[in-house]
């Protein structure tokens, strides 16, 4: 991704910022559309992972619907181009104008987290005299195996409707004019390597479904959620997740029954790799029993690493000299302000281009002006 003609073009321009692989990006855009296609699945991008135009546009022209989380990326999916029909709306905390907005639109639907929030669907559509339609969020209380801040399907979390709830909203779906029910849908968390938890998933799926179609609601989508996990520790080796095994795990192990879709979710995996943090190198400061490399990066371009402990591969991509250990920090006052402990870089100096790997998903979308700093600019391989 770096070889020495990258590095230089990079080397002009101010620091921090985003650089975009857009290869890859493609690359990786294709690999999950031929193997999704294989079995006729749809899938609905997360813009949460990524909202840059460009990525948007980019992942429209793939055919991908959007996955929605706010009113706000509702009226950016409908800008950039997405199909109403393709547009997906979760978040357990719709506002009445969010939810208005999505029902003039006429989205695909409505992902329903509580029986609270049915009634005021139903309420409001009923005022436009419109049906909206709408899928259940269920937490199926599967473990996700990934870090208790984006593990988000079990019974503890906020999110989704609980098990014990289940026959209350079947009476509920009954009784409303204004919404239709199309479907059913799960979201277990997000960063997910082990190919296991989906396979739980996949089960709970099964008898759930089976519920509803006892009960006459026929679930004509059920959508599994996004949540796979990338390889943030070798970028190089894993540039992309193993789509197709993915996929096959879900066809293999759901039970569908006749005329019915299946979509999924996607974020990270689709955008993770294609992007990097590019930061130069202020100081080199020895601490008590650490060296200290101070970069132009903090917390407001990258989040991550403060806000759930995660890794991140870092590089020198200036120096080949010998290894060193460094504390990699911020400029931000904040300890949490740090990308790595004890990281292992050649010998790093003032000026040294530093970047920070696998920075495309909730990297840029995620930036503040925290410290009244700038946010960090975008730029793209195919434009420089
Ligand atoms: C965040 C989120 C996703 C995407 O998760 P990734 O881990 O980025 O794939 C999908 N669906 C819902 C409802 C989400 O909140």
Known sequence: MFDE?????????????????????????????????????????????????????????????????SGYEVQR???????????????????????????????????????????????????????????????????????????????????GINQWDLE?????????????????????????????????????????QEYFVSNRLYPKVINLGGGLGIDYEKPDENPMPDFKEFFALFDEHLQLNADQEVHFELGRSMVAQCGNLISKVLYVKDGVNTRFAIIDAGMSDLIRPALYQAYHRIENLTSDAEKEKYDVVGPICESSDSFGKAVNLPKTERGDIIVIRSAGAYGEVMASQYNLRRLPLPYYSDEM
């Open 5 to 69: 003609r990258v590095i230089k073009k990079l080397g002009r321009i101010d620091t921090p910022f985003y650089y975009y692989d857009m290869d890859l990006l493609r690359s990786t855009l294709a690999s999950v559309k031929e193997e999704a296609d294989k079995y006729n699945y749809k899938v609905h991008y997360a813009f949460k992972a990524n909202a840059n135009g460009r990525i948007l546009r980019e992942i429209r022209d793939y055919g991908f619907g959007a996955d929605c989380v």
């Open 77 to 159: 999916a409908l800008e950039t181009g997405y199909a109403p029909e393709q547009i997906v709306f979760a978040g357990v905390g719709k506002a009445d104008w969010e939810i208005n907005l999505g029902i003039d639109a006429g989205i695909e639907s409505f992902n329903v987290e509580s029986i609270p929030e049915l009634l005021i669907i139903d309420e409001l559509a009923g005022k436009k005299r419109k049906v909206a339609n709408v899928a259940l969020r269920l937490n199926p209380n599967v473990n996700a195996n990934t870090h208790h801040y984006i593990t988000t399907g079990l019974e503890e979390n906020k999110f």
């Open 168 to 208: 209350k909203v079947v009476e509920v779906l009954k009784s409303l004019s204004n919404v239709r029910f199309i479907g059913i849908h799960f979201h277990i968390g997000s960063q997910i390597t082990d190919l296991g938890s989906f396979r739980d998933l996949c089960l709970r799926v099964n008898d759930l």
